[in-house]
């Protein structure tokens, strides 16, 4: 067990995320059918990252359910069938829009899927910054760091409506430029099981890196329970915006149990959940 320990630790994130991520580009690379194929890579990917909590969790306290487990699973499969669906979507608006057709094409298709995925980035991070400011967005939002503990199911906790006006913009840029569908659907595949180690449970790092990627020991810093002290860390996977605009935190004393969610009460079943920001007393 003393051994697993910093393999876990040290090695859990490369290992996993790069391996899914291999494989999310080999579909492309070999001109393989993305259904069922990326779905499955992720789910071996989120599984992983479920497991290896049990195995060397971050916060033992955060183990147990916390009456969202299954509220959690709702989430996750309607998000899920989102970031899945999405090829689909881009595929019927090339068909019936005009994109310009200055994508290049010829570009090999690993620095295609990162120049989609850097373009997509920066919206979400500018949407999610915003979700911050403007109280509509954040009534949409707040469901994510309602949360009273962060684990592989985190990620994918987002009222639909919100899930939609983080991703819109820049994947509709993407679309625009002309990026193929698939191109799309590698990079959402692959940032899927980023999202579940973003969240995790987990005892893991990566070392200096955590200054360019949304890294869990990173993005706790974005649940702390105080509304004001959230105000950092908006990236989804690089953290590059942060540091651009100065919301970038660390300190190595992290956040621990008991430290994120949201002060204001939160319903616990579905509906109400998705009912909430429309019903929310001001």
């Known amino acids: 067990m ?25 579909i492309l690379w070999l001109h393989l059918p993305y259904w069922p194929l990326a779905p499955i890579i992720a789910a071996l990917g989120l599984t992983a990252v479920a497991l ?15 009456h969202d487990t299954n509220v959690d699973i709702l989430h996750a499969l309607t998000s899920l069938t989102l ?5 689909e979507i881009a595929t019927v608006i090339l068909k019936f829009m005009p994109v310009s057709a200055i994508w290049p094409t010829d570009w090999p298709i690993g620095v ?40 592989w199911l985190n990620g994918e906790r987002r009222h639909p409506l919100s899930a939609v006006v ?27 099981v980023h999202l579940a180690f973003q969240h995790a449970n987990l005892d893991y790092s990566v070392g200096s890196f955590r200054r360019l990627l949304g890294v869990a020991e990173v993005h ?8 004001e002290d959230a105000q950092v860390n908006f990236g989804e996977f690089w953290m590059i915006w942060d540091h651009v605009f ?28 998705i009912k909430w920001p429309f019903f929310r007393r001001v």
């Not at 706790?220 to 509304?227: G, P, T, V």
């Not at 660390?250 to 969610?261: D, F, H, I, L, T």
């Open 2 to 26: 003393k051994i697993l320990t910093p393999l876990i630790r040290w090695g859990s994130y490369p290992l996993i995320f790069g391996v899914c991520t291999g494989m999310q580009l080999a």
């Open 52 to 66: 290896l909590e049990r195995l060397q969790p971050y916060e033992t306290l955060w183990l147990n359910d916390h």
């Open 83 to 87: 970031i899945f669906t999405s090829i």
């Open 112 to 151: 295609q899927v990162l120049t989609a995925g850097f373009i997509i980035d920066f919206g979400l991070w500018f949407m999610h910054w915003l979700s911050h400011k403007n109280d509509l967005l954040w009534r949409l939002h707040a469901l994510h760091h309602s949360a009273e503990r962060l684990y």
């Open 166 to 192: 983080l991703a819109a913009p820049g994947i509709s840029v993407v679309v625009l430029l002309g990026a193929p569908p698939e191109i799309i659907g590698c990079w959402l595949s692959i940032i899927t």
């Open 220 to 227: 706790r810093w974005h649940h702390k329970r105080e509304y």
């Open 246 to 273: 100065g919301t970038y935190r660390y300190q190595k004393n992290g956040v621990r149990a008991g430290e994120v969610g949201m002060k204001e009460s939160m319903p616990i079943t579905y509906l109400a959940q």
